[in-house]
Nanobody, 122 residues
């Protein structure tokens, strides 16, 4: 099994930045693609970003492209999501996930973190 723990969530003003981290343990981290998803109250979970096992491929949802950057450090068993120019509509619980291949679909991921709250104030 892979255990994932998100951190770095919090309250930020519109236009601000926040960096989320996902610490992995339990199995070989660098064998997995990492995905980020979010879920706002009353809405379905949606794809945010993903990165391949070697960092060579990155994909972003249109809503965050140009503002968010996904990265990973396999030596530290850590994935990150740098969020810039934050908007109120970015408010959600953010989850990191691990899967065999980068995917925009949640079904493609086997392991999930507990989530961390991100709130963007107006």
């Amino acid at each position: 099994q892979v255990q994932l723990v998100e951190s770095g969530g919090g309250l930020v003003q519109t236009g601000g930045s926040l960096r989320l981290s996902c610490a992995a343990s339990g199995r070989t981290f660098d064998s997995y693609a990492m995905g980020w998803f979010r879920q706002a109250p009353g809405k379905e979970r949606e794809f945010v970003a993903t990165i391949s096992w070697d960092g060579g491929r990155r994909y972003y949802a249109d809503s965050v492209k140009g503002r968010f950057i996904v990265s990973r450090d396999n030596a530290k068993n850590t994935a990150s999501l740098q969020m810039n120019t934050l908007k109120p509509e970015d408010t959600a619980v953010y989850y990191c996930a691990a899967g065999l291949n980068p995917s925009t679909m949640s079904i493609g991921y086997e392991y999930w973190g507990q989530g961390t709250q991100v709130t963007v104030s107006s």
